[in-house]
């Protein structure tokens, strides 16, 4: 089922991070968000920005969804203005920037990994969160889209 114009393209969403990028992608149809890699950060805004859009190119993707962090109240901090600059960047790399909402995605991956009984060394279980993190933000996106608030 479609919910998005035709939605035969795929989304991307970025969990970024100041040390990785969790990074999901959507089912050809928007119905569903698949963790996939964690990018992990070279210290270079640039190439960071590159590699990232080269992430998206490389499955035809022109949609990014970027998880916005913000504080439990909803206000912003200094991680929202570095999130803010990482995806104006991204926009003027031609991609279609959306920004959500990305409070406790990190917390619920954690939450269950652990409740999978993942019991990884920390940094493997890491990687994982972050992608799942990015899942999640996907997925919130997609379900905007099926209840038409977004397009």
Do not use: W
């Given at each position: 089922?479609?919910?998005?114009?035709?939605?035969?393209?795929?989304?991307?969403?970025?969990?970024?991070?100041?040390?990785?990028?969790?990074?999901?992608?959507?089912?050809?149809?928007?119905?569903?968000?698949?963790?996939?890699?964690?990018?992990?950060?070279?210290?270079?805004?640039?190439?960071?920005?590159?590699?990232?859009?080269?992430?998206?190119?490389?499955?035809?993707?022109?949609?990014?969804?970027?998880?916005?962090?913000?504080?439990?109240?909803?206000?912003?901090?200094?991680?929202?203005?570095?999130?803010?600059?990482?995806?104006?960047?991204?926009?003027?790399?031609?991609?279609?920037?959306?920004?959500?909402?990305?409070r406790y995605t990190?917390?619920?991956?954690?939450?269950?990994?652990?409740?999978?009984?993942?019991?990884?060394?920390?940094?493997?279980?890491?990687?994982?969160?972050?992608?799942?993190?990015?899942?999640?933000?996907?997925?919130?996106?997609?379900?905007?889209?099926?209840?038409?608030?977004?397009?």
């Amino acid at each position: 089922m479609c919910y998005n114009r035709d939605m035969t393209e795929q989304i991307v969403a970025f969990d970024v991070g100041d040390r990785r990028v969790g990074v999901a992608f959507s089912d050809p149809f928007g119905d569903y968000a698949v963790p996939s890699d964690t990018y992990f950060r070279t210290g270079d805004f640039a190439s960071d920005i590159q590699a990232l859009a080269g992430i998206a190119r490389a499955r035809g993707v022109t949609t990014v969804v970027v998880g916005l962090p913000l504080n439990e109240d909803g206000t912003e901090s200094v991680q929202s203005e570095k999130t803010r600059r990482f995806a104006a960047a991204l926009g003027q790399e031609g991609l279609h920037v959306i920004l959500e909402d990305e409070r406790y995605t990190t917390r619920a991956a954690r939450a269950d990994l652990l409740e999978m009984g993942v019991s990884q060394k920390r940094d493997k279980r890491k990687k994982q969160v972050d992608s799942i993190a990015a899942a999640y933000i996907l997925e919130s996106y997609l379900a905007k889209i099926r209840k038409g608030e977004r397009t």
